[in-house]
């Protein structure tokens, strides 16, 4: 069967695919594959060469390498590297350069010789870069040529920095980067103005001769382009796909990367398929927007048209698999997420967990100040009004997401309020002049000085406190927890402590809530949704035996990037055009992220926008599958604890 399955799966899948649950598998995976060649080249008293990437993607492959180095001897004094890129120009000890990138996740915590490390300088005068870059690809020529290349990939499809564009024979140079990968960098760089507009990068060429290619790939953002690359016809468009003529590549991708391939998006078109009934709500939308029909109008034929027949088979006709499914989602929707008080229950109605308790103690996580409202604000809002006790966790403290001139417009305010009111204007006046003289002197990126962190702190609470408010969740009902891991001062954050999860859990068992809500929404540009979502899935792991973990029920949202697919759908709560309306007030309430939604995508939607448009989009599918016809639904998946995946 396996054999099979592979032999239809070539059929689609134009490089061979490996697909692991967790990101953290992948990068083990990827790491033990290179400290297996180090070990074997060591053996064979050769170099092993190494072609490296940077980026978000290779990190937990850097970080297991490391791990390998400390505790299990693998020794780097016989490895040589070249990095695929670096922007240009860059200074090395720029904190968005990828050499120090490369210090920081590797070269400082191993043994490899400096002399034996190659990256591409982005302080090379202007004149030089075309001399420079036949001089790199004579280094690995003479290095004996790559051993090992390892990629991510860029949402336009780059590896490297080969964007479209990039031919087959194309080799080390200077390249301009493509606007959507500027966008992409736009938050490492705190605007997308300070991303330089060029960078060096080995050619496509240069990443073919490699003797081993693997193409890494996390997250759901990667999935559209994965699947292009992996699927669809080989073009300069996407010069991924150029890893298909060759003989020893390999796409090694996690479980959410790999959800546009055909395997996943539609999986019975390859052969037969075990029919479980998420897959089944899968097939059945999906046929219903091919052939256009909402649900109970699907017919015999159009399953048997449209590689359904095993379906038809095995239910017997159209009709009971079109009721089974309608019913199936159709019983997802309520306007009573914490459940309906005693008095207001009919006897059809369906049974929800944890039906009983009301009201409920109910505790929304969310990761950054303004998830809550972008991502679930209807369901706060009638959470809170159907008398629940509802609070909010504010995860991370957002700080980095503020703009020096907001900052500014704040402090002036506090000094007009302490002339005005002659509040030790002195002190005050010097306190803001300090702030304001480190603002002007500022560089690109640089961290800020402890005290204009704490400025941007106190911003995002005001604002998370006048978002609650609308909502109606008094301010006592909101923690701002200010995790540890997130406080760095700069982009990159910390891999999450013991400290992180003791604060959440000293929350959790404080509160003791009959239901969480927490943020299922892992394309964040930076990570930090995912790793919030960690501290939480490890405190429940631990809180687990206690008894009131029992009655708790854990609901998963998604919002600013994504929403869930609708096989995935546990809860659907509708929202009235006034519900929809009050929710984008509340979002409106952080003013200082206005604008900010356009860094990490290629459009130009403001955070509210992109929160209604894919509600309006929940709705509007509901609508076309013949269910009930809403303005707005915010969707929500169950999670039942046995894994920390979604
Ligand atoms: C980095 C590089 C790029 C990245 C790609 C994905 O050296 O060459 O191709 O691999 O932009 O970046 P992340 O992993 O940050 O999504």
Redesign the pocket.
């Known amino acids: 069967m396996e054999q099979m399955l592979d032999t239809m799966l070539s059929a689609r899948e134009r490089i061979p695919v490996a697909v692991h649950e967790e990101p953290l598998d992948v990068s083990r995976a990827v790491a033990q594959e290179i400290a297996d060649l180090i070990r074997t080249r060591k053996q064979q008293g050769r170099h092993c060469v190494l072609g490296l990437?940077?980026?978000?993607?290779?990190t937990g492959v850097y970080a297991e390498l490391v791990r390998l180095h400390r505790e299990e001897g693998l020794s780097f004094q016989n490895v040589v590297t070249f990095?695929?890129?670096e922007y240009y120009p860059m200074d090395a000890e720029a904190e968005q350069s990828?050499r120090r990138f490369m210090d920081d996740h590797l070269f400082d915590h191993v043994d490899i010789p400096a002399e034996q490390i190659h990256m591409p300088d982005g302080t090379t005068p202007l004149d030089e870069v075309a001399a420079s870059c036949v001089a790199y690809e004579d280094a690995i020529r003479k290095a004996g040529g790559l051993d090992f290349q390892l990629?991510?990939?860029?949402r336009t499809g780059?590896?490297?920095?080969n964007e479209p564009g990039s031919g087959r024979h194309s080799v080390t140079r200077l390249i301009t980067l493509d606007n959507v990968?500027r966008t992409?960098a736009a938050g490492d760089f705190f605007g997308k103005n300070n991303v330089p507009r060029r960078a060096i990068?080995m050619g496509v060429a240069t990443i073919l001769g490699a003797r081993r290619v693997v193409l890494m790939a996390l997250g759901e953002g990667?999935a559209p382009v994965v699947a292009h690359a992996v699927e669809g016809n080989i073009s300069d468009v996407i010069a991924a796909s150029f890893l298909q003529e060759h003989a020893n590549a390999q796409v090694i991708l996690d479980r959410a990367a790999a959800d546009r391939l055909t395997r996943y998006t539609c999986p019975w078109v390859l052969g037969p398929v075990t029919w479980e009934d998420r897959l089944i709500r899968k097939a059945v939308i999906w046929l219903a927007q091919c052939v256009d029909k909402p649900i109970l109008k699907l017919t015999d034929e159009d399953y048997n048209e449209n590689h359904l027949q095993d379906l038809l088979a095995e239910y017997g006709s159209a009709y009971e698999i079109n009721l089974h499914v309608f019913h199936d989602l159709n019983s997802t929707i309520t306007g009573w997420p914490g459940g309906k008080p005693a008095y207001r229950k009919l006897p059809g109605d369906r049974k929800w967990p944890g039906d009983d308790i009301h009201p409920k103690r109910v505790l929304v996580f969310s990761p950054h100040p303004d998830d809550d409202v972008i991502s679930m604000g209807g369901c706060l809002m009638r959470l809170a009004e159907q008398g629940h006790e509802v609070h909010v966790a504010y995860q991370v403290s957002g700080a980095l997401a503020v703009f020096d001139e907001d900052a500014e417009r704040f402090l002036e305010f506090a000094s007009s309020y302490n002339e005005l009111f002659d509040i030790a204007p002195d002190v005050s006046g010097e306190i803001r002049q300090r702030m304001a003289r480190f603002m002007a002197e500022k560089r690109p990126g640089q961290q800020d000085s402890g005290e204009l962190q704490l400025i941007k702190r106190e911003i995002r609470r005001g604002e998370a406190r006048a978002a609650g408010k609308h909502c109606g969740i008094p301010v006592d009902r909101l923690h701002f927890q200010d995790l540890p891991f997130y406080d760095t001062g700069t982009v990159r954050k910390n891999p999450l402590s013991e400290d992180d999860i003791d604060i959440t859990m000293r929350l959790l068992e404080q509160m003791r809530p009959h239901m969480i809500f927490a943020a299922g929404d892992l394309s964040d540009p930076h990570g930090t949704h995912r790793v919030c979502l960690t501290a939480i899935f490890e405190s429940l792991r631990r809180l687990a035996p206690k008894d009131w973990y029992e009655d708790c029920v854990v609901w998963l949202y998604r919002g600013a990037w994504q929403e869930w697919e609708p096989e995935r759908i546990d809860m659907s709560v509708p929202l009235s055009p006034g519900e929809l309306e009050r929710k984008r007030m509340a979002i409106f309430k952080h003013e200082s992220q206005k604008d900010k939604a356009m860094f990490p995508g290629s459009d130009s939607r403001e955070f509210w926008e992109r929160a209604e448009d894919r509600n309006r989009a929940t709705a509007r599918l509901f609508d076309r599958l013949g269910l009930a016809e809403y303005e707005a639904v915010e969707a929500f998946v169950r999670w039942r604890g046995t894994t920390t995946s979604l």
């Open positions: 990437a940077t980026g978000s993607t290779p990095n695929l890129d990828y990629l991510g990939i860029g780059h590896v490297g920095f990968t992409d990068t990667k």
